[in-house]
């Protein structure tokens, strides 16, 4: 099952991925001119984030399209794990590139270089700041709407961006204005300590996703607190809960009076998880009645 034609998640993650290539092209470009102009090693290295961005949000893009493809015959469970695949991606290219900042760096740290035309270069990543930031606010948006990993992950690396075009402007005023050369180094160095912070982070959640890990704890007690809330339900257990992609997938055992019919356990059922699927849009749902005579000593949520 995937998420409902109606439901604005779907197109939502697609536009998502469609503006955060586009934009990821477009300051590579210009961050190119930029460090062409001032041969800035913190303009370099935010040139490198822009570069691997792009290739990023392009894996990301086709890594969306698969992941929403409904389930076939040969993947009965949909195609999500290929979100956080791509995740995986993204974490390797962005550890990577901050790998060759660093290194970049530490050769100009060690012999430090002069700046030039440092008000194109700030000019370049003022623009570069208010893109991306609204991208980054679209981006929250998507992510609350469909909980998508790919697009969380491609969120962090461009909520990143944003200070690090700071951390560049700042490098390029003081190091034009004061000839501070080191600061600029040190930028890079620092910009290039968050990336790699940031790569363990979304490799971080795109393994939890891959090893099926249950849903947080809030989550489930929201679950529990849904099925108890009807008033037939006695009891709650074997709750098991996953992440694919965008789909959640919710299976748990409902206990209900034994003397109850198999049509009103059914009704019963139907009811609880239109309560889930109105709190949980689009979840896979999977419910197991149990009479109270066959209940377990110890309920297990």
Not at 80 to 106: D, M, R, T
Request: charged content about 15%; aromatic content about 6%.
């Amino acid at each position: 099952m995937t998420l409902p034609s109606a439901h604005p998640a779907p197109r939502l993650m697609r536009l998502a991925t469609y503006a955060a290539v586009g934009l990821a092209v477009v300051l590579a470009l210009v961050k190119a001119i930029a460090w062409q102009a001032t041969g800035s090693v913190a303009v370099l290295s935010s040139l490198v984030d822009s570069l691997l961005d792009a290739a990023a949000s392009l894996i990301n893009l086709f890594a969306i399209r698969q992941a929403l493809e409904p389930a076939d015959a040969e993947h009965r469970f949909g195609h999500g794990k290929a979100e956080p695949l791509a995740a995986l991606g993204q974490a390797a290219f962005i550890a990577g590139s901050g790998l060759l900042v660093v290194l970049q760096a530490v050769g100009n740290l060690l012999q430090p270089r002069p700046l030039h035309n440092a008000g194109i270069g700030l000019a370049i990543m003022l623009f570069s700041i208010v893109a991306t930031f609204a991208l980054v606010r679209f981006q929250a948006y998507v992510v609350r709407r469909s909980d998508s990993v790919a697009i969380r992950a491609d969120r962090l690396h461009y909520a990143g961006d944003v200070m690090m075009n700071g951390s560049v402007i700042l490098a390029l005023m003081l190091t034009d204005w004061l000839d501070i050369y080191w600061v600029d180094p040190l930028c890079g160095i620092a910009i290039a300590g968050y990336m790699l912070w940031g790569s363990v982070s979304i490799a971080r959640i795109a393994l939890d996703m891959l090893m099926d890990r249950e849903l947080s704890d809030a989550v489930r007690q929201q679950i529990i607190a849904i099925v108890k809330a009807h008033p037939e339900v006695r009891a709650v257990h074997d709750l098991r809960t996953r992440a694919s992609g965008p789909r959640q997938f919710i299976q748990l055992h409902m206990v209900l009076p034994a003397e109850l019919t198999l049509s009103r356990a059914h009704v019963i059922s139907d009811e609880v998880e239109a309560e889930l699927q109105s709190a949980f849009p689009g979840a896979e749902i999977l419910i197991h009645q149990d009479p109270t005579d066959a209940m377990e000593p110890e309920i297990r949520a």
